[in-house]
């Protein structure tokens, strides 16, 4: 899931900013831990903010792990709409990609994620900032399929992308405000629970990080 989370760089310039910067990260970080996916990295440049997230890294993977992916973007977008000068735009798809440790030795190491399928989770989130959208959530066919069976979704036509031979078709999930099914409704009662603290979710993350490594 690519999800661009309309922060300007230059926000990070005043200490107002980066309060800013600081609260919709944790809060956005709280909202994917709780759907049990990771954070991958934040990058913010000349083109806004972008965070990368991921589903279906072991030991947390899961057979619904494309729903989790699109309630959790539909948390987000909730809470952003009460921020002022923020927005959400996310794309999300699924497939598979190489996940693990790129870097040399006695270099710079990081955890990342490579293939068709993160190229084009980015392709869609970007797609509706060139027709002046905001607030959108789309898919691709595959996590549309996968997630069927918890929302319902309206096809949005082929769009055609960079490094695609044909163009691709794109779907947007129905909520319940719109009159379609939400994911959480289906989820016991414990799921639905929230971090109490910031050490424990603090210590969520530790967790994956250090299962995630492991198994790479």
Not at 160 to 174: D, H, N, Q, R, T
Not at 180 to 186: A, I, S, T, V
Request: aromatic share 10%.
């Amino acid at each position: 899931m690519f999800a661009s989370l309309g922060i300007e760089l230059s926000s990070a310039e005043r200490r107002e900013g980066m309060l800013l910067i600081q609260e919709i990260v944790t809060s956005v970080q709280k909202m994917v831990y709780r759907h049990q996916g990771s954070v991958n990295k934040l990058v913010m440049d000349d083109k806004g903010s972008t965070l990368i997230c991921l589903w279906g890294l072991t030991p947390m993977c899961h057979d619904d792990d494309a729903a989790r992916a699109i309630t959790c973007a539909y948390e987000m977008r909730k809470m952003l709409m009460k921020i002022e000068h923020t927005w959400l735009n996310v794309g999300v798809s699924s497939g598979e990609a190489f996940t693990g440790i790129a870097g040399t030795s006695g270099s710079r190491k990081e955890f990342t994620c490579l293939g068709d399928a993160v190229n084009l989770a980015a392709r869609v989130m970007y797609w509706p900032k060139t027709k002046g959208k905001k607030g959108t959530i789309y898919s691709d066919i595959n996590t549309r399929n996968l997630a069927s069976n918890h929302y319902n979704f309206i096809y949005r036509g082929h769009q055609e992308f960079k490094g695609k031979s044909v163009s691709m078709a794109l779907y947007e999930p129905i909520f319940e405000e719109a009159g379609g099914r939400h994911y959480l409704e289906d989820l016991p009662d414990n799921y639905k629970s929230e971090f109490e603290t910031p050490e424990e979710m603090l210590k969520y993350e530790e967790l994956i990080s250090e299962l995630t490594y492991h198994n790479h």
